[in-house]
Nanobody, 128 residues
Framework: QVQLVESGGGLVQAGGSLRLSCAAS????????MGWFRQAPGKEREFVAQ????????NYGGSVTGRFTTSRDNAKNTVSLQMNSLKPEDTAVYYC?????????????????????WGQGTQVTVNS
């Protein structure tokens, strides 16, 4: 079982930056690939970024590539999402999620169904 707690959301002007953090419980954190998703009102949950368990591999959604960076610190059981050049369309609730490697799945890493554990989300609002 993994528990995830996001933090770092808030209100920012367009062009600004925010850094989200996700703290995870559990002794096997480094074996879990981690994903970031976001959900705006009235829209489906959208893939933002993914990082492998070791941190050596990352993937990003097309709308955030070049602006967002995800990283992790396995010694501290944390994963972060650095968001730069924020736009009003980035406004959403942001979630981190954990992909349990012991559960076989055929879903893409961009699919919410691939992830087994979710945080409660943190609100990010970008004003124009």
């Amino acid at each position: 079982q993994v528990q995830l707690v996001e933090s770092g959301g808030g209100l920012v002007q367009a062009g600004g930056s925010l850094r989200l953090s996700c703290a995870a419980s559990g002794r096997t954190f480094s074996t879990y690939a981690m994903g970031w998703f976001r959900q705006a009102p009235g829209k489906e949950r959208e893939f933002v970024a993914q990082i492998s368990g070791s941190g050596s591999s990352t993937n990003y959604g097309g709308s955030v590539t070049g602006r967002f960076t995800t990283s992790r610190d396995n010694a501290k059981n944390t994963v972060s999402l650095q968001m730069n050049s924020l736009k009003p369309e980035d406004t959403a609730v942001y979630y981190c999620a954990a992909d349990n490697p012991d559960v076989p799945k055929s879903r893409s890493l961009t699919d919410t169904a691939r992830y087994d554990y979710w945080g409660q989300g943190t609100q990010v609002t970008v004003n124009s």
